[in-house]
């Protein structure tokens, strides 16, 4: 049967809507070897693919040869020897040379977020966590304007975010609420939105449930954190509490379509790339799709399992995650607040069937990009990578809602 094409326009892009999604590439299944994670990972690096974006290929090489396993430990601690010089020789150059202490702790902070990757499940990772922290702060300090950590009260815990205001406003500016997806952080999205700033737009970056530094595992009701930060971006006089919007990528995006639904009259607009809404959840697809998926180096249902309250096996995964679909909760359909979805037709992580569903639902109109020859997110090695999507497509749709006139 033939596809039927839609071609969608805006002032900001076009894009091409293929409604037969049976065209996604088939991906060998079976977890990697660590030789074979090692020559993916230095390919990645080579062509500036997730997860290596901006990691020197000569780095990771030199990290690999002191990895014989999978061990955890055994790859954080030679991620670690490696970030280490930089982070020492950025701190010994703060002073006579800025610039290059700078470049150096972006460096270490990359290596020692590898060095976690995809989650800090072992003592090793967590340290190489922290480290990343530590080196981030460090790079942050150059920022101008400057970045503020922030600390949300949150049900006898924290939540904690990173916060950054253009600079010379005159009045209270939109805000954008970026959520990471399973194994990014904050940290990456706070370096990447600083594209935004330019505009008159400020972001406030911060970890999504069961990731990073949120004080909760992701439940059914984990969206209470995200309204608390927007109780929080609300109370700040310098952000205008009429103009919020909200980005997501990947399980980020699974909570700004939630939030796109549950706090519709508070955002103005939510970006999604490749919001998970209901067949993701469904048992089948984590046994047939997710286990052993290539698209993702490695542990992608280990890493999955490690953000869910209260599951430890995949049996246990395959039970709850149908509880997390928008369909299952009733969701989907209901009013919401304005969509760009962003998503790649040959996605194996998140089926793009869901992104099609969630088009067609609700009650307001949506502006899709969708990549026909796009894996997770929309990327296209060479073509279409992350970098391109943030600048040409994300930030512009972000700007023009935000800075739209309010209804």
Known sequence: MKSTRV????????????????????????????????????????????????????????????????????????????????????????????????????????????????????????????????AFLDHAKFYDPPLEVVHIPFESKEIVAYLRLPRNATGPVPLVIAVNGLDSRKEDLTESFSAILPFGVGYLAVDGPGTGQNPIKATVTSDRMLSKVIDYVQSRPEIDKNRLAMHGVSWGAYWATKMAIVEHARLRGCSAQSPPVDKFFQKDFLMNSLLGNREYLFDQVPALMNILENVHTVEEMGDYLPKMSLVHQGLLGTPMSTMLILAGVNDTQVPIDDEYLLLSKGDVPKEAWINPAGGHLGRQVGVWPDPRIFKEVIIPWLVKTLLGPVN
């Open 7 to 134: 071609i969608l326009t805006t002032p900001f892009f076009v894009c091409l809507v293929f409604l037969n999604s049976s065209s996604a590439q088939q991906e060998p299944r079976g977890e990697r070897s660590i030789e074979e994670i090692k020559a993916e990972a230095i390919h990645r690096a080579e062509v500036g693919q997730y997860p290596l974006i901006g990691l020197d290929p000569g780095d990771v090489k030199e990290a690999f040869e002191h990895i014989h396993s999978k061990d955890k430990d055994e790859w954080a601690a030679a991620f670690m020897a490696v970030a280490d010089r930089y982070f020492n020789e950025a701190k010994s150059l703060e002073k006579t040379d800025p610039a290059k202490a700078n470049a150096d702790y972006i460096r270490a902070w990359r290596l020692y977020s590898f060095g976690r990757w995809p989650i800090p499940a072992s003592p090793g990772k967590q340290r190489s966590y922290e480290k990343a922290i530590e």
